[in-house]
């Protein structure tokens, strides 16, 4: 059902600094459900799929480089209004401009390095779990 989904990705920066644990309390304690979660590493060529996107902007290619530099976790998060919520709980993308308490104004080390990926739409919360996830890895 839409709106009941989201997708996250904590990313290589988060991951590197061991804040696995700590985001993924935030993210219970909010009210979230983890449906699917599996923890890898893209590839240059992964990261550039994933985010085609933004291909014709300028920090593509800095992205992709930083997106496959080491291993990220991903999650489908399941909660009423999970894409709205969500983007509350992460906060801006700049964490010098998000709210106290937020994932990013606690754990982002910089715009580039802003621990975690959000679905910024209900139609990326269907679209982007199926990059990583198979029905068969759902509950």
Wanted: aromatic share 10%; net charge neutral; hydrophobic share 40%.
């Amino acid at each position: 059902m839409a709106g009941s989904t989201t997708f996250t990705m904590l990313k290589p920066d988060a991951v590197e600094a061991n804040n696995i644990g700590p985001i993924l309390a935030m993210i219970n304690k909010a009210g979230f459900t983890v449906k699917a979660m599996k923890y890898m590493q893209l590839t240059k060529e992964q990261a550039g799929l994933f985010y085609a996107v933004h291909k014709e902007r300028p920090f593509y290619g800095e992205l992709v480089q930083y997106m496959s530099s080491g291993p990220i976790v991903a999650a489908i998060l399941s909660k009423t209004n999970a894409v709205t919520d969500y983007r509350n709980l992460i906060g801006a993308t700049d964490p010098t401009k998000a709210d106290e308490g937020t994932i990013r104004k606690t754990f982002a080390k910089s715009i580039a390095a802003n621990a975690v990926h959000g679905s910024d739409s209900d139609e990326n919360a269907e679209i982007e779990p199926n990059f990583f996830f198979s029905a068969l890895e759902r509950f």
